[in-house]
């Protein structure tokens, strides 16, 4: 690690570090009760609102994933984080406009919120013109509620551009991107076991036409746990290990 402004003070440090204590404690616990290898499941740091002295700070302490919602933000902050040294795996998990992709595909590792056929191809696109040595890790994020107005391709829904089939072939087809799994948020006002219920049966069917793709992220700070027992594979924590957002996005 260079010397460079992303530092933090030792206070921030020891509370960084005792959160990620509590929720490693809480993966190994959760893995424990469902027979699972602590080895299938990535913890994703989501570093949304908090600064990249933050994210040097958790990749010292042996983070390897940050996951990031607006590119605004996690543009400039990939390139702070890059700048002392350190190398993350970066996620994008929130919604993203075509009009980011090409900004996303330059610092992103991996996209977890492909949820149409249109934004897919915009991404494909973009990710060859950023001249990546590897292409795009994908997830397509579903919908468990099905819900259209809502963020997510539908799983029961025959639509050419949000219908999960059709995203799925349209990231499997590109050439600059790699289908990897799928994502999921639990819906407001869903018990997480419902929610992930049905997640599970849905991406058991999506793995008939890809087998490849076995990724299935899922699981928050308040559900992590539901989601490990119904097979996440990445859990997305943000308040749990860095503390409460000072505004709810
Ligand atoms: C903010 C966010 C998270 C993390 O939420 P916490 O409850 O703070 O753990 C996970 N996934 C997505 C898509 C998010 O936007």
Redesign the pocket.
């Known amino acids: 690690m260079t010397d460079t402004a992303a530092t933090v003070r030792p206070e921030r440090r020891a509370e960084l570090a005792a959160g990620l204590a509590r929720v490693r404690a809480r993966i190994a616990d959760a893995c424990a009760a469902a027979g699972r290898d602590r080895s299938e499941v990535t913890l994703v740091a ?1 570093t ?1 609102t908090y600064p990249a002295g933050d994210v040097v700070a958790l990749a010292g302490l042996g983070v390897t994933d940050v ?1 990031e ?1 607006r590119d605004q933000e996690a543009a400039p902050k990939a390139a702070e984080v890059a700048a002392a040294g350190v190398s993350p795996r970066w996620h994008f ?2 919604q993203l406009q075509r009009n980011k992709c090409r900004s996303v595909a330059r610092y992103a590792d991996v996209v977890q919120s492909v949820d149409s056929v249109r934004l897919a191809a915009a991404l494909d696109a973009a990710a060859a013109a950023a001249g990546r040595d590897r292409p795009l890790d994908v997830l397509v994020q579903v919908s468990i509620d099905g819900d259209p107005a809502r963020g997510g391709a539908l799983p029961d829904s025959a639509d050419p551009d949000r219908g999960l089939g059709p995203v799925a072939e349209a990231v499997a087809g590109a050439g600059a991107l790699r289908l990897g799994g799928l994502m999921a ?1 639990a819906p407001l006002g869903w018990e997480p076991d419902r929610a992930f219920t049905r997640l599970a049966e849905v991406a058991q069917r999506f793995r008939v036409r890809h087998p490849e793709a076995t990724a299935l992220s899922a699981g ?3 559900d992590l746990e539901t989601a490990i027992g119904y097979g996440a594979t990445h859990i ?5 290990l860095l503390g409460m ?1 000072p505004t709810l ?1």
């Open positions: 989501v949304k996951g919602n998990i929130g948020v928050m700070s308040g997305r924590v943000g308040s749990a957002r996005r």
